[in-house]
């Protein structure tokens, strides 16, 4: 395809340009015009488009940028991951050899040179400070050639296989009491999983899933009628609605997950209602619940607070609480580990998961205990809170038991921080406990803490003292250990 006014640079609408006659201007000058505006705008902006690459033993994700009105992405970034890259420019040539097969690319223009071979593609090569950039579109047709390998791209979801990596699904339902939805995939998958009203939401972005025969699988029954595959910005996403509230279950090593509706949970006192002491309360009918039964029983959650683009409290021009409650958390892993205590940590990474997905992991996981780590740059030692659960709030809807799902729980997380005060007093440090409005705690189901650690003394970059982190994780990791009988065991 040769450039045309339509998909090259003319295309632009900006007012500057109004001053050339776009069906005369030279192509040197729209390319400079190209370049310039490229240079303006910022190549990662607050878009959040991404595409997912997937090959053989490694999965990536790569921003996508807007350029001209398409959609970019960066060609060596695409490629490093998966072979032996290197890259030159000669002007305004790009050349870049993969495994000793070389490939040249020249700005402005939609034909490369690809193992010796012209090959046209849609849109134009860019290059931005050094970085060669492609059509996203363009992927399909380039990257079988440079790497010589079969690929498969759908650019409207943005996910690009490499090779014969897909995870295929199958889905029966099987007409028990109660019925069981049993999803078998061809390798292990670890998606998110949240609930929400009337249905079930899967979430996999590190697995290669490709969409089953048909987009809708509708089953035969009444409490669990259909499930929905789509894929979107590099994930797949598996939706299974439900007339009744359902959880999900892992078998076969992370190759099945069997969906089914959620047994009734423990009635719950609703809050602000009066009921008669020794009245048992009534049945909380529309509890999310998902299921135990991960790959690994996890005792302890461990969740690190904030990350990502919530930084949390910038405790000084370089710490962020995100940052201190990250390299807590693996303190505290490690510390509950070598208690022989399984613990999963909820972000291992600068990411930052809601509130609600917080949650609804910890209730998937079915730990027995749930810890949030927060940082303060005042005060002193650590502070203990545990959920302060909203007073007087009717009963009108399925939102109530999620945000009161920790009612239940609330006298063993008490018992909980109790213990741990306890031990951080033996220790000398200063410690507080106290109930707080502090999500996701009210959201979850099981002895739910947060701990809030302060500078031991008033300098507030000493929250990041090895030696102060490791005494904070190793007094609640012994507070847990000893409690183990108190807390029980797990379900
Ligand atoms: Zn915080």
């Keep these: 395809m040769q450039n045309s006014p339509t998909d090259g640079p003319a ?10 006659s776009p069906a005369r201007r030279k192509p040197r000058i729209r390319i400079l015009a190209l370049l310039l505006i490229t240079a303006i705008l910022p190549l990662h902006s607050a878009d959040e488009k991404h595409i997912m ?3 053989p033993g490694v999965s990536f994700s790569l921003p996508v940028s807007d350029h001209d009105g398409r959609e970019y992405v960066g060609l060596l970034e695409c490629i490093e991951p998966l072979g032996n890259v290197t890259t030159r420019i000669d002007g305004a040539r790009w050349k870049v050899r993969f495994n000793n097969a070389d490939s040249e690319f020249t700005v402005g223009k939609n034909r490369a040179k690809l193992r010796g071979h012209d090959l046209d593609f849609p849109g134009i090569f860019l ?26 791209f ?10 014969n990596v897909a995870t295929h699904l199958t889905a029966q339902l099987s007409h028990t009491t109660p019925p069981r939805l049993v999803m078998n995939f061809t390798s292990p998958v670890n998606p998110t999983i949240a609930t929400e009203p009337g249905r079930l939401r899967m979430t996999f972005t590190r697995e290669p899933l490709v969409a089953p025969g048909s987009p809708t699988l ?3 029954d009444k409490s669990i009628p259909s499930a929905t595959y789509t894929e979107n910005n590099g994930s797949a996403e598996l939706v299974v609605n439900g007339a009744v509230p359902l959880m999900a279950s892992f078998s076969n090593e992370g190759r099945t997950i069997t969906v089914a509706p959620a047994p009734q949970q423990p009635a719950a006192p609703v809050a602000g209602t009066p009921a008669a002491p020794g009245t048992p309360s009534p049945p909380v009918s529309k509890t999310p619940a998902v299921a135990p039964a991960a790959p690994r029983h996890y005792y302890a959650v461990v969740d690190p607070s904030h990350g990502g683009d919530d930084r949390g409290v910038a405790l000084s021009d370089t710490l962020a609480e995100k940052d201190v409650t990250l390299t807590l958390a693996r303190r505290l892993r490690q510390e509950l580990e070598a208690r022989g205590i399984p613990t999963l940590v909820l972000r ?6 809601s509130l609600d997905d917080r949650a609804a992991m910890t209730n998937t996981a079915h730990p027995t205990i749930y810890i949030a780590l927060h940082a303060a740059s005042d005060g002193k030692g650590a502070r203990l809170y545990t959920a302060l659960l ?5 009963n009108n809807g399925p939102f109530l038991a999620w945000d009161t799902a920790q009612t239940s729980f609330l006298l063993v997380s008490r018992a909980a921080a109790q213990g741990i005060a306890g031990e951080f007093q033996r220790r000398q440090i200063s410690v507080r406990t106290l109930p707080a409005p502090l999500r996701p705690l009210n959201n979850v189901t099981s002895a739910a803490i947060a701990v809030e650690v302060a500078p031991p003394g008033g300098d507030v970059m000493d929250l990041n003292l090895p030696a102060y982190q490791q005494n904070i994780a190793s007094a609640v990791a012994t507070a847990v250990a000893a409690m183990r009988g108190q807390l029980g065991g797990g379900q």
């Design 11 to 20: 295309g632009l609408k900006f007012d500057c340009q109004r001053t050339y």
């Design 53 to 55: 690459i997937y090959a």
């Design 127 to 152: 290059l931005d400070n050094g970085r060669g950039l492609v059509p996203l579109v363009s992927l399909g047709t380039l990257l079988p050639r440079i790497l010589d390998k079969p690929v498969s």
């Design 154 to 163: 759908n650019p409207l979801s943005r996910r690009l296989f490499v090779g």
């Design 218 to 220: 509708t089953f035969d």
């Design 348 to 353: 291992d990474t600068d990411t930052n998961p």
């Design 390 to 394: 909203p007073v007087g709030v009717e």
